[in-house]
T-cell receptor, first 114, second 113 residues
Framework: DTAVSQTPKYLVTQMGNDKSIKCEQN?????MYWYKQDSKKFLKIMFS???????INETVPNRFSPKSPDKAHLNLHINSLELGDSAVYFC?????????????FGPGTRLTVT | GDSVTQMEGPVTLSEEAFLTINCTYT??????LFWYVQYPGEGLQLLLK?????DKGSNKGFEATYRKETTSFHLEKGSVQVSDSAVYFC????????????FGTGTRLTVIP
């Protein structure tokens, strides 16, 4: 069974559109995350979500909004897509919020904005 | 702020060669340190970790020691295999209770037969 899954795997869309990426974890973890990996492979945290508390990274534009219907799911909704949003987006989860816990990553969603 | 500086790549080695990928960090307090590996087309997987000074993380023949005095967490393997070809990321998680990972830029390793 896949521990952390994301859909879709690939997403191609035009500028100005609104799109969502879904993430599910079946590990029973309390904490979930979204990361953005740019074309140079640099990874940066976007959001952390722990037991219904959302921690927003202030550098992320407010066009990005995470939504968590329950502890096992953390979806990422993006409004008014821009060319610079093209990247690979990774969802991850960890057992708890504590710094020593391993994060488990999903396979990634490659978003291409044209 | 917290940051990780990682050896620039790419690195190309012959099979059975010795591998070192350098990683140094800047953080307040005592972060946890990690090495993650990303195989082609896949997400990241934890390779090893260390949560306090002088701890040694090890897995699959890879090792890294948490050196507080040099703020380093260098990754080593004595004999690489073709299957080790991947991108390797050094990361830290800060002390302040949060588990946000700060990643280095990644080092692409290619092992040739």
């Amino acid at each position: 069974d896949t521990a952390v899954s994301q859909t879709p795997k690939y997403l191609v869309t035009q500028m100005g559109n609104d799109k969502s990426i879904k993430c599910e974890q079946n590990l029973g973890h309390d904490t979930m995350y979204w990361y953005k990996q740019d074309s140079k492979k640099f990874l940066k945290i976007m959001f952390s979500y722990n037991n219904k508390e959302l921690i927003i990274n202030e550098t992320v534009p407010n066009r990005f909004s995470p939504k968590s219907p329950d502890k096992a799911h953390l979806n990422l909704h993006i409004n008014s897509l821009e060319l610079g949003d093209s990247a690979v987006y990774f969802c991850a989860s960890s057992q708890e919020w504590d710094r020593s816990y391993e994060q488990y990553f999903g396979p990634g969603t490659r978003l291409t904005v044209t | 702020g917290d940051s990780v500086t990682q050896m620039e790549g790419p690195v190309t080695l012959s099979e059975e060669a010795f591998l070192t990928i350098n990683c140094t960090y800047t953080a307040t307090g005592y972060p946890s340190l990690f090495w993650y590996v990303q195989y082609p087309g896949e997400g990241l997987q934890l390779l090893l970790k260390a949560t306090k000074a002088d701890d040694k993380g090890s897995n699959k023949g890879f090792e890294a020691t948490y050196r507080k005095e040099t703020t380093s967490f260098h990754l080593e393997k004595g004999s690489v295999q073709v299957s080790d070809s991947a991108v390797y990321f050094c990361a830290l998680s800060d002390q302040g209770g949060a588990n946000n990972l700060f990643f280095g830029t990644g080092t692409r390793l290619t092992v040739i037969p």
